[in-house]
């Protein structure tokens, strides 16, 4: 998840342990870009793809 405002960013990869809900991943990307107390309808939230690979050791 990205969120933004202006040239603020706060970025959260998926699957992060201890991060169960979407509120919970949009509290912590508004807190990474410094936009706590901005409300939800005023940022833009944008959502990606993670491709993972694990190596065989």
């Given at each position: 998840?990205?969120?933004?405002?202006?040239?603020?960013?706060?970025?959260l990869l998926?699957?992060?342990?201890?991060?169960?809900?979407?509120?919970?991943q949009l509290t912590i990307a508004k807190?990474?870009?410094?936009?706590?107390g901005v409300s939800d309808e005023n940022v833009q939230i944008q959502r990606f793809t993670v491709a993972r690979y694990k190596q065989n050791d």
């Open positions: 998840m990205i969120v933004s405002k202006g040239w603020q960013r706060g970025l998926p699957n992060l342990e201890g991060v169960n809900t979407v509120e919970e807190q990474k870009a410094g936009l706590s």
